[in-house]
């Protein structure tokens, strides 16, 4: 069982209170979302392939991410997702904002990682994803709403 925090709308965690991983969030109440943008000090950016079980399934995303354990603070949250999904640990992560989705109920705070890693040393995580890929921005750019899992992602590229 995974369990979260709660945050109101001004990302303050509220006391007492817990959520647990599908079950409905409560109206007033959001939980937290970790992005990290991957760029390689060459200019490319890390794409990776969801995994086909997954929702989205066998679509690509330019972040890796995922929801704040109970406890997390956002750039723990990010550290742990961004070495869970791509092997990389990055202790220079460049907070970029935050978004809140109403209909989500979801607060996302996007990261930026840059990165000397070897590039063919990316480790991806069972279950979550099954392909990874080096792509320049204007690739990202180019990849239509049926390639890639959110446009907003794509604004990630214009803001970097």
Same mark, same amino acid.
Not at 51 to 62: A, I, Q, Y
């Given at each position: 069982?995974?369990?979260?925090?709660?945050?109101?709308?001004?990302?303050?965690?509220?006391?007492?209170?817990?959520?647990?991983?599908?079950?409905?969030?409560?109206?007033?109440?959001?939980?937290?979302?970790?992005?990290?943008?991957?760029?390689?000090?060459?200019?490319?950016?890390?794409?990776?392939?969801?995994?086909?079980?997954?929702?989205?399934?066998?679509?690509?995303?330019?972040?890796?991410?995922?929801?704040?354990?109970?406890?997390?603070?956002?750039?723990?949250?990010?550290?742990?997702?961004?070495?869970?999904?791509?092997?990389?640990?990055?202790?220079?992560?460049?907070?970029?904002?935050?978004?809140?989705?109403?209909?989500?109920?979801?607060?996302? #705070? *996007? =990261?930026?990682? &840059?990165?000397?890693? @070897?590039? /063919?040393?990316?480790?991806?995580? !069972?279950?979550? +994803? #099954? *392909? =990874?890929?080096? &792509?320049?921005?204007? @690739?990202? /750019?180019?990849?239509?709403?049926? !390639?890639?899992? +959110?446009?907003?992602?794509?604004?990630?590229i214009d803001e970097l």
């Open positions: 069982m995974e369990l979260w925090d709660a945050y109101d709308e001004s990302f303050n965690v509220i006391d007492n209170v817990t959520l647990v991983r599908g079950q409905a969030i409560p109206d007033g109440m959001f939980h937290l979302v970790c992005n990290i943008a991957v760029k390689h000090i060459d200019g490319t950016y890390l794409i990776m392939q969801r995994d086909f079980k997954k929702h989205f399934g066998g679509m690509w995303e330019l972040t890796a991410g995922g929801s704040a354990l109970k406890g997390e603070t956002p750039i723990e949250c990010a550290k742990r997702e961004l070495k869970e999904e791509t092997g990389i640990i990055c202790n220079c992560l460049q907070e970029l904002g935050a978004v809140t989705s109403n209909e989500n109920k979801t607060i996302y #705070v *996007d =990261f930026l990682c &840059v990165t000397d890693c @070897d590039k /063919k040393s990316i480790i991806l995580q !069972e279950g979550e +994803t #099954v *392909d =990874f890929r080096w &792509v320049s921005a204007n @690739d990202i /750019k180019k990849l239509s709403s049926a !390639e890639l899992v +959110t446009k907003r992602m794509q604004g990630f």
